[in-house]
């Protein structure tokens, strides 16, 4: 799904500096100001390497990062919020999933791949919003044609021009109307084009693609596909003939040379779970594939020229931000060349009471805001007192204790168990103000999380 740069932001990427990058992030990231600081660095180091010469320009790689810390602190919110910020393509991918044996398990390629794709929806749209008033235009243009079709022509030169001005007058009544929304109950036939593609698989788990055969340039007369002539209201057909004319305004080989050059200079690939890569040598079974997928993946991160059928993506320049818990293995158990390739390492910080606190009410996105925003599509007013606030984040803190620490998605289960009452009789309450204080949230919550075996299961 494509990025894009949140209503929050109302500078140019260009002109902020890393303390504002920082700023930024603090809107939708609580803490880890180091991570932070990491990557408002890195993104404003792109900016700088943008307006250096072209030869010393391509000599500076990018500052890779390896992030450090327990699952649910922000790692990959921190890649994410950062890519809307710079409007990047951006894609993330679980080192994982380029474990499994055989043909279940992925390409390493295919996350450049699929990063060009996200590249060609970006500018795509961008390129949307520029034609879409000449767009519009001509479907209005052919929806008029189809409401009046041309009279046959009056032999007498007077005769004629006389049919053309009263045709033209009649056509001008005709468009106030269909603005007007008038027509709007009128049926007229369009021409539409069938779509109709051939469903072909070459290998279980592989793309057409990826076994670097195309199709549509083999077989073009299958992929045209039909035309056929279909009844629809005006509405609809105005919507149907805008795409279509959408389409022929935009120059798609334009659209592939920007989208490549946006991802080869301003991508950014964040891989998750590196450090289920990482680690024992020896042994049998899966693990022994573990050293030859961090080999398949170095000389992407190292910089390669990889396949795509929108062209040949260079990664040198590609901003790679690696994540992972090292609860088992160790960054130094990754092998050297990748490691060298991810010089800025940070450590992020596992969240505790105060965290959450703040993680319920202070981002734009808050947890307590969200609900909120819910109950209030219903008519109810749910009104949560700062002792509840905070007698839920103890309740999360001591879950997270007695179980598995997943940071601050406790807080979702919290709050899901939390409002369950409420979100399900929401509908039929006569009284809908909600007030949720410190004694709501004990009757809800300190049940299960005194019993250590239900908070396992419930929490």
């Keep these: 799904m494509p ?30 100001a180091a991570a932070k600081r ?62 499994e044996v055989g043909y279940v398990g992925r390409d390493v390629e295919s996350m450049v791949r699929d990063l060009v794709e996200l590249g060609i929806d970006m500018v795509r749209d961008e390129k949307l919003d520029e034609v879409r008033g000449k767009a519009a235009q001509n479907a209005e243009e052919r929806l008029l044609d189809l409401l009046l079709p041309p009279t046959r022509p009056i032999a007498p030169e007077e005769d004629a021009a006389a049919a053309r001005e009263q045709q033209n007058q009649t056509r001008e009544r005709f468009r106030e109307q269909l603005r007007a929304g008038r ?52 509405p609809e057909a105005v ?61 992407i991160v ?10 040949m993506v260079r990664t040198d320049h590609i901003l790679f931000i690696a994540a992972g818990a090292f609860h088992v293995s160790k960054p130094s158990d990754l092998i050297p060349e990748l490691q060298g390739r991810f010089p800025i390492r940070v450590e992020l910080e596992p969240l505790g009471r105060d965290e959450f606190v703040r993680i319920l009410t202070e981002p734009r996105s808050a947890l307590v805001k969200q609900y909120t925003a819910l109950m209030e599509t219903e008519g109810i007013a749910l009104v949560f007192m700062e002792e509840a606030i905070h007698r839920i984040a103890d309740f999360a803190t001591i879950v997270n204790e007695r179980t598995e620490n997943i940071g601050a998605r406790r807080l979702h289960t919290v709050m899901e168990k939390l409002l369950d009452e409420v979100s399900f009789e929401g509908p039929d309450l006569a009284e809908k103000r909600v007030t949720i204080d410190r004694a709501y949230v004990d009757r809800m919550l300190a049940e299960i999380v005194k019993n250590d075996d239900l908070s396992r299961y419930i929490l």
């Design 3 to 32: 990025i894009y740069l949140p209503a929050t932001t109302h500078t140019s990427t260009e002109s902020l500096t890393p303390r504002e990058i920082v700023s930024e992030l603090d809107k939708y990231v609580v803490g880890q």
């Design 38 to 99: 990491a990557v408002a660095i890195a993104l404003r180091n792109r900016t700088r390497r943008q307006k250096l010469s072209p030869d010393l320009a391509e000599e500076i790689a990018p500052k890779n990062i390896l992030m450090i810390g327990p699952t649910g602190v922000g790692k990959t919110e921190i890649a994410r919020r950062l890519a809307r910020l710079a409007q990047s393509p951006f894609i993330k991918v679980e080192a994982s999933k380029f474990t």
């Design 183 to 234: 027509l709007d109950s009128r049926v007229v036939e369009v021409e539409v084009r069938e779509r109709s593609f051939p469903s072909l698989e070459i290998i279980t788990g592989s793309s057409v693609e990826e076994v670097d055969i195309n199709l549509k340039d083999m077989l073009p007369g299958l992929f045209q596909g039909r035309t056929k002539k279909r009844r629809m209201k005006v």
């Design 239 to 299: 919507e149907y003939l805008a795409q279509e004319e959408e389409q022929k305004l935009i120059d798609m080989d334009s659209v592939a040379r920007t989208a490549v050059e946006r991802v080869e200079q301003a991508g950014i690939i964040f891989i998750d779970e590196i450090d289920k890569i990482a680690g024992r040598e020896g042994g049998h079974g899966p693990d022994v594939s573990r050293e030859g997928v961090q080999r398949d993946i170095l000389p």
């Design 302 to 311: 190292e910089g390669t020229t990889v396949n795509t059928k929108h062209g």
